[in-house]
């Protein structure tokens, strides 16, 4: 055995903090494909073919240990769960052996021979051995079979015979110790009770690769299968989930985009230190099967989330599962010190008490076994992308003055909108006119009422009496439903079907929809047919129709206060409305944008209007007079001027714009075409941060978690905000650390986009799929927890009601029916586009299809 030796392959000495070669120990035969085992303290592996050896890691490291018994050679060894008496179960051909560590070392150390015991013999090849959590049953995956075997009465407990093919790996359930799962080369797993022999569920073939390897993870309560072209499974093990499929991850594609987004991330004016040994001819790509999975102790990466480490042969990898992607890789030809550069076998844990990792190699081509010890921090530090810029948060930082308003800075456009009149100034003929005429009485007593002549003309000369007095006996509803009434922050995500109204006859769409921001009593929607439409939340009544636009409304906002709803359509114009009339009072066109508006919003608690233009961002501030004029009625007496106009960093269009309009906030997102995240700082009228390859296609949404007036959340909450992307799932980001935090795939989205909402807890993220259903997520679980049906088209917009446990939901139908549907749950709002029918429901999750209905869900 050769000394232990530490790698130093880089000038600059940190790869000595990485990577350290404990030892290296030449064997007489080699030994590819074993079941390697690997604990916090102490590795085993076998030497010479039949030998067992054991070599302890506390430094300073003890002799290793030989232990004979085997006479064929061994080909799986594993570890029991306990740490005293640590146990070591070994197979072979010949027989399956169970030792004791503690008591072979006494033995060893009095100068006799240690021996263990024969669980099993001749059960055939064994590939793999698993120790049950309390150390009292083995399973032996003997051939397509699975043995449970009793170490005290060394008895087979059960035969679980159900695969086609050799079994490759076993799991016990950490929560469920009666639970055991298999993978086999037939490219399946299956869920067993062992206690009784049973069989609790069988998956289909997931692959055309054989599994490898299976990790149970008990934090985030998933299951993990790896397969041999480099294939990750991830199922969902929550009870009620039958073991639902999350996510599918392809290694080799994660890798060449970790690859990527380090190349731009490198330091401009110079290269990262190289750890790789001279390149003599051209490189072969090296395939990555997942050889051995094992858990990732990275509380220091992230801690909401869980890590795990990928064995491979080509190197290590470390995947979070939250977000399903790479945080770092370690390849072995990157340090060409290394003994192994090619590995045939694998085992990884993390070391009792420290932050480092143990993995155990063998050779794929020699006959070499060496120890490695890999530091995940250090190895995460020298690949992380570096930070630019301050902390971004949409939060305001303390101050020394009381309102926030006044706290901009001095050249920010906020500051200089917000000092601007709201009203234009009097002209001179309007001064002078004001000047003669006086509105004096035409008699000089004073009991006379005068007659007015000279006073203003009245707007209308008829008009019904409005001012009626409420008498006690009839309250309002408006006013009664949420009134001091708390968003319910425990409450379960919608599920049932309430109502349901149809909103239109004809085939138009139904795009857009939208509860009203102060109290959630009034939904606005956005129609295929030129057409906006505000109704009750209830479902109740007949909508006002909005009408005035020459092409499709795509968008739809409400003012923070309620009174206004802003409308985008595809005719390249933007219009405010009253809810007391039908004509809008301020429209913009295309004389102010150079593009279509894709996106519109009120911002800065209606201080101002946002919109996207092509590659611009706009900061619009407005006045809206609601006052009447017969003579003028049809010139409009609101106005809007431009502030400030961004564009973005590579001057691309942008797809999707989100801000708070909820509370003063400084940040606004935006999202282009290259498929890169912008941030832009308003209080200083710049960018303050760029994500690059934010999805693998242009985000098509950005929703923040803006909360509620009826529920309280963290304020680090608040910083969260999800993006969305055709075939890309659902991104859930931190803009403290612009992270990607988790990772939402449940739902079919492939070609069609497909909308976004926060609850107002911020507890679930709601969103609709191509399948006709709309599903709900928690924001702590990487797998949806309730999927909503009664749609029958792609459902393509949700949302969330701000006060009200209920949604409503648009869906695609194919009947001529004005039909509105309501659901009841959660408080969320949602909404849905349909192509043939429009039906507007109210749900606790609101969701919309292609067609014109709405639907609404119940709890």
């Not at 209007?609 to 092509?614: D, F, Q, Y």
């Not at 934010?694 to 969260?720: D, E, M, W």
């Amino acid at each position: 055995m050769e000394e232990p030796q530490e790698i130093f392959s880089r000038s600059d000495g940190h790869v000595g903090d990485i990577v350290v070669e404990k030892f290296l120990v030449d064997s007489m035969k080699p030994a590819p494909h074993v079941q390697l085992a690997c604990s916090g303290r102490s590795c085993a592996f076998p030497l010479d073919g039949n030998r067992l050896c054991i070599w302890d890691t506390k430094d300073p490291p003890q002799q290793l240990m030989i232990l004979k018994g085997h006479r064929q050679p061994i080909t799986a060894v594993t570890f029991g769960s306990r740490e005293s008496p640590l146990l070591v179960c070994s197979a072979s051909r010949d027989c399956v052996m169970m030792w004791g560590l503690d008591e072979c070392r006494q033995e060893e150390l009095q100068g006799r021979l240690p021996r263990g015991t024969v669980l099993g013999a001749l059960l055939g090849r064994v590939l793999c051995l698993r120790l049950s959590p309390d150390d009292r049953v083995v399973a032996v995956c003997a051939g397509n079979r699975v043995l449970m075997l009793d170490l005290e009465s060394r008895s087979t407990l059960a035969e679980l015979d159900g695969h086609h093919g050799p079994v490759t790996a076993a799991e016990f359930c950490a929560q469920q110790t009666h639970i055991l799962i298999s993978a086999s080369e037939d490219r399946s797993f299956k869920v067993w009770d062992h206690r009784v022999g049973s069989l609790i569920h069988s998956s289909s073939v997931l692959t055309a690769s054989p599994l490898l390897s299976l990790l149970v993870d008990p934090r985030s309560q998933q299951l993990v299968a790896g397969c041999t072209d480099g294939q990750l499974w991830i199922f969902s093990l929550v009870e009620g989930h039958h073991y639902r499929c999350v996510t599918h991850v392809d290694l080799r594609k994660k890798r060449e985009s970790f690859s990527t987004r380090r190349a731009e991330s490198k330091p401009e004016g110079g290269q990262p230190p190289s750890t790789k040994a001279p390149e003599t001819g051209e490189e072969t790509e090296v395939a990555l099967p997942v050889l051995s999975l094992a858990a990732c102790d990275c509380g220091f990466l992230s801690e909401t989330g869980s890590c795990l480490w990928i064995g491979s042969s080509a190197g290590l990898l470390i995947f979070n599962l939250a977000s399903f992607e790479l945080e770092g890789v370690l390849h072995y030809k990157d340090f060409w010190s290394l003994s192994i550069q090619v590995a045939g076998s694998c085992a990884v844990a993390s070391r009792t008490g420290g932050r480092e990792a143990l993995c155990l190699l063998t050779s794929m081509f020699g006959n070499e076994t060496a120890l490695v010890e890999v530091d995940p921090a250090a190895l995460l530090r020298s690949q992380q992308r570096p930070r630019r810029g301050p902390d971004l948060s949409v939060l305001p930082r303390p101050g020394p003055c009381f309102y926030f308003s006044s706290c901009v800075s001095p050249t920010s456009p906020l500051y200089l909108g917000l000092k601007e009149k709201r009203t234009k100034p009097a002209t001179q003929k309007q001064v002078a006119a004001r000047s003669v005429v006086k509105d004096h009485p035409l008699v000089f007593h004073n009991k006379i009422q005068s007659s007015g002549y000279t006073a203003a003309p009245c707007a209308t000369m008829f008009s019904p009496k409005t001012n009626f007095k409420n008498d006690g006996k009839r309250a309002s509803k408006c006013k009664n439903n949420y009134r001091r009434k708390e968003y319910p922050l425990e409450s379960p995500p919608p599920s049932k079907l309430g109502k349901r109204l149809a909103v239109a006859r004809d085939q138009a769409a139904l795009l857009c929809i939208q509860c009203s921001a102060g109290d959630g009593q009034r939904l606005a929607c956005g129609l295929a047919n030129h057409l906006s439409l505000v109704c009750n939340a209830d479902l109740t009544g007949t909508p006002a129709v909005l009408s005035g636009h020459d092409g499709a409304v795509g968008s739809v906002c409400w003012s923070h206060d309620g009174r206004w709803v802003l409308s985008a359509s595809q005719d390249g114009t933007l219009r405010v409305w009253s809810m007391r009339g039908p004509e809008p009072l301020l429209r913009l066109g295309k004389d102010m944008f150079p593009k279509p508006v894709q996106s519109a919003q009120f911002y800065y608690i209606d201080a101002f209007i946002l919109s996207s233009s092509g590659p611009e961002v706009q900061l619009l501030k407005h006045h809206i007079d609601t006052s009447k004029d017969d003579l003028r009625r049809y010139r409009q007496k609101s106005w809007c001027t431009p502030v400030c106009r961004l564009l973005t960093a590579d001057v691309v269009d942008i797809t999707s714009l989100s801000a708070v309009n909820d509370f003063h906030s400084y940040l606004v997102l935006a999202a282009g075409r290259n498929r890169t995240l912008e941030i832009f700082d308003l209080n200083v009228g710049c960018s303050a941060a760029v994500i690059t390859g934010a999805h693998s296609r242009p985000v098509y949404q950005i929703c923040q978690n803006k909360g509620s007036s009826f529920a309280t959340q963290q304020s680090q909450a608040y910083n969260l905000f999800a993006t969305a992307a055709t075939g890309d799932g659902i991104k859930l980001w931190d803009l403290r650390t612009l992270r990607c935090e988790r990772r939402f795939e449940g739902h079919p989205n492939r070609g069609y986009p497909c909308g976004i909402a926060f609850s107002p807890c911020g507890r679930f993220v709601a969103c609709g799929a191509e399948d006709r259903h709309a599903y709900v997520y928690e924001t702590s679980s990487s797998t949806f927890s309730r999927r909503l049906a009664g749609h029958t088209s792609t459902v393509t917009a949700v949302a969330f009601s701000p006060a009200a446990a209920q949604a409503a939901v648009p869906t695609h139908v194919l009947v001529d029916d004005p039909l509105l549907a309501c659901h009841h749950q959660n408080r969320c709002r949602g909404s849905e586009r349909f192509r043939d029918t429009e039906y507007l429901a109210l749900f606790i999750l609101l969701s919309s299809c292609t067609s014109k209905r709405l639907s609404c869900a119940l709890l």
